[in-house]
């Protein structure tokens, strides 16, 4: 690894007196139609109208997404204003704030500049906390600075180390205290997702099951609270979790189950599993998968990635249950060695399953750690987030996510989390119906389910594994990956770390 990839430190900075703000780049939240109200009015006049001809011209309008760079010239501390629009302030939520603080920090990263006052100080009637808008600001500026080039050697595409962000914050005191409040949580989930997307986004050729494991060995030595238990090829033949086995049988490189623990003294309640798919590639195996485009499937960890990342914020969150973070990984390779179509395997369960796709690798690996969170490790509740099918990303695109499970508590619980963190969810169903499309003649189950409701036929297969706990399933396949253009950074979005961190800090 070459370079050390983007951080950054925020703080909260008293007062509302714009002038004197010190900085490379002062960036404005301005609400469409409100371009010369308040802030806005008085930030015009310092800047002898250059908003009102902006205005005029219909340059910029503070429509959502959009931003303008201007030229201070001397008439204020900081050389660049940044203005940024948050849309009509009647439908600005929380996710609004946090990308908009991502623009900011983005548009900051690209002028190779490393010091961004970030001032949204006309948010009356919104209905923030400001612990909300401290925590989410922090978050975007993490997020919107975050650029993955630890293999590239040219010195053009210099930027800064780490990013500076100020919060300008002319509130009360208490409110003060919110805000500083906020910003500590978020630093702790916006480290924690860029971490994960860092990770998801390094290439096959150094991640593989075996390296993924002492990574995560690696990360619970560095932070107090998480241990981690890795079971090797040999620990999974002894314990017969043929999934897992079947699928990483075809590579060099052995499966593991890495099972991370976060145990508070004086824990309260059953267990909790967050459980990530971690195909460190998938090349589809021995039903091999198109050349075009196979390049993303290094990304196939990127459910697992999330939950290394999650756990890692959830340590330093202390909620006050035991937490376990459960990885299955393996590589989906062709060989000699591979698993077939037609194989019957048995899982940890023991019940069979005839494979029908070695592409439906996913659940094969994630069938026998759903039924280790629920028997060995007594969980009462497990979440699993896996880019398990191109079904998903048809049925839903790249914006939500699909939520399946048995439990209607558990479902709301991941929408309200949805909701507060921008990660967004759409329930789908995978009931019994679903699990009809899965049955085999010559097995208890068989891995794909026909041509139809792909996701809902995969969240099904999974379904099966869950015994009494209560179990949801998050297909992140569309959301996982940002392709060229999509954004600045286009790669791992990481998605699932704040979310799954909202989740259980709520329960
Ligand atoms: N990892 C893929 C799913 C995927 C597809 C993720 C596109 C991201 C983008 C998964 O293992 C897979 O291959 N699923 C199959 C399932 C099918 C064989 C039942 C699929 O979606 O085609
Ligand atoms: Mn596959
Ligand atoms: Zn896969």
């Given at each position: ?411 709301e619980r991941l929408k309200a989390a949805s909701e507060a963190t921008g990660e967004r969810l759409w329930h789908l169903p995978c009931d019994d119906e679903f699990v009809e499309q899965m049955k085999s003649k010559i097995a208890d189950l068989k891995n794909t389910g026909g041509r139809w409701g792909g996701a809902c036929t995969g969240g099904a297969f999974l379904s099966q594994f869950a015994g009494k706990a209560a179990w949801a399933h998050l297909d992140i396949a569309g ?29």
């Amino acid at each position: 690894m070459t370079k050390q990839l983007i951080d950054a430190v925020v703080k909260v900075q008293a007062g509302d007196d714009l002038l004197a703000v010190r900085a490379d780049v002062l960036a404005v939240g301005a609400f469409e139609d409100e371009l010369l109200k308040d802030s806005m009015r008085s930030l015009d006049h310092l800047l002898s109208g250059s908003i009102a001809a902006l205005k005029k011209l219909g340059d910029f309008e503070g429509k959502k997404g959009s931003s303008c760079l201007l030229y201070t010239e001397g008439k204020m501390k900081a050389a660049r204003l940044l203005l940024i629009g948050l849309g009509k302030r009647n439908d600005f939520k929380l996710d609004g704030l946090r990308k908009a603080a991502a623009l900011a920090a983005g548009k900051t990263v690209d002028l190779k500049a490393d010091t961004v006052a970030l001032a949204f100080v006309d948010l009356y009637g919104c209905g923030f906390t400001s612990e909300e808008v401290g925590q989410a600001v922090t978050e975007g500026a993490y997020f919107g600075a975050f650029r993955y080039d630890e293999y590239v050697t040219d010195k053009e595409a210099k930027r800064p180390a780490k990013l500076n962000v100020a919060i300008l914050w002319d509130g009360g005191v208490a409110a003060f205290r919110g805000v500083n409040n906020g910003v500590a949580v978020g630093t702790v989930t916006g480290r924690a997702q860029n971490y994960a997307r860092a990770f998801s986004n390094r290439p096959a050729n150094v991640i593989n099951p075996v390296t993924l494991a002492a990574e995560a060995q690696k990360v619970c030595r560095g932070v107090k609270g998480l241990t981690c238990k890795v079971l090797d090829e040999r620990a999974l033949a002894a314990k017969k979790m043929g999934g897992i086995l079947a699928v990483g049988q075809g590579s060099a490189t052995p499966p593991r189950l890495i099972v991370l623990q976060y145990k508070p003294a004086g824990a309260k309640g059953k267990p909790v599993a967050l459980i990530g798919k971690a195909i460190t590639f998938d090349s589809g195996g021995i039903s091999i998968k198109p050349g075009e485009g196979m390049q993303d499937m290094k990304f196939d960890k990127s459910g697992g990635v999330a939950v290394l990342g999650a756990m890692q914020a959830i340590a330093r969150l202390k909620p006050r249950m035991t937490v376990y973070g459960i990885i299955p990984s393996a590589e989906n390779m062709p060989s000699s060695k591979s698993y077939r179509p037609g194989d019957i395997v048995t899982t940890y369960s023991g019940r069979t399953v005839e494979i029908h796709s070695t592409d439906a690798e996913g659940r094969m690996i994630l069938c026998d750690a759903i039924t280790y969170a629920a028997q060995d490790l007594g969980c009462g509740t497990i979440v699993d987030t896996a880019t398990l099918t191109g079904a998903c990303v048809v049925a839903l695109g790249k914006k939500r996510a699909g939520l399946m499970g048995n439990d209607d508590k558990l479902i709301e619980r991941l929408k309200a989390a949805s909701e507060a963190t921008g990660e967004r969810l759409w329930h789908l169903p995978c009931d019994d119906e679903f699990v009809e499309q899965m049955k085999s003649k010559i097995a208890d189950l068989k891995n794909t389910g026909g041509r139809w409701g792909g996701a809902c036929t995969g969240g099904a297969f999974l379904s099966q594994f869950a015994g009494k706990a209560a179990w949801a399933h998050l297909d992140i396949a569309g959301v996982g990956v940002w392709g060229a253009g999509e954004t600045d950074a286009p790669g791992s979005t990481g998605f699932g770390v704040r979310l799954l961190t909202e989740f259980i800090m709520n329960l």
